[in-house]
């Protein structure tokens, strides 16, 4: 997070340019973020942070891209900046509940309270730490902060200025996610046991 302030800063020393902020974003050949749900959704590892009804502004990287170059290519663009998200219609209990759906999975129903989570992703950074892992350890205090705290930024000005809104529903993009993870997992999986046999 820190970073890209950062680099808004400096972006901001030259006249021309334009800023989007896309939020948690989505979809086809996503292999980092979704699939650690998954993996903790399989292992009966999730927990809601809290109620697990905050709001989420999560995105499809499809309308990213089309946000990126409308603000790209629209003049009156130039100097500004622009939220690129959903406009937190859904929340992380109905998106837990979407994935367990189409994984044939039960439903999350455990808990734990944020300032808990909060404590033991912290010890955990700090041990990994420590021990120089190269991977970060399975709770962190981004990812609590990512899925945890409830999002509803303003896609006013896109909307305004840019002509630009959400048209990927979310139950749809999700579907599609998950259909390309599950093909993308089976090829995987098949490759490293053909592998496997032929070593």
């Known amino acids: ?33 979704f699939p650690r749900v998954i993996k903790a959704l399989r ?39 622009y939220h690129l998200c959903s406009r937190g219609e859904i929340t992380p209990k109905k998106l837990v509940d979407m994935f367990c759906e189409r994984l044939d999975l039960p439903k999350v129903r455990r808990h734990v309270p944020p300032k808990l989570a909060w404590s033991v992703a912290f010890a ?15 709770i962190t205090r981004r990812a609590l902060y990512v899925i945890g705290r409830p999002t509803q930024f303003s896609i006013a000005r896109a909307e305004e200025e840019l002509g630009w809104l959400p048209e990927v529903p979310i139950e749809e993009g999700l579907r599609e996610t998950l259909d390309w993870y599950l093909e993308w997992e089976a090829a995987t999986s098949g490759t490293a046991a053909a592998t496997a046999n032929t070593a």
Not at 48 to 56: R, T
Not at 124 to 138: H, N, Y
Request: glycine share 10%; proline share 8%.
């Open 1 to 33: 997070g820190r970073s890209k302030v950062q680099a808004e800063e400096e972006i901001r020393k030259y006249a021309d340019h334009v800023i989007v902020r896309p939020s948690w974003i989505y979809g086809p050949r996503d292999k980092g973020s």
């Open 43 to 81: 292992e009966n590892r999730f927990r809601f942070l809290g109620s697990g009804e905050n709001p989420l502004n999560i995105i499809h990287a499809s309308d990213v891209a089309r946000g990126a170059i409308l603000a790209a290519t629209t003049p009156a663009a130039k100097g500004r900046a």
């Open 124 to 138: 955990s950074e700090v041990a990994f730490g420590l021990l120089r892992r190269p991977q970060p350890p399975r």
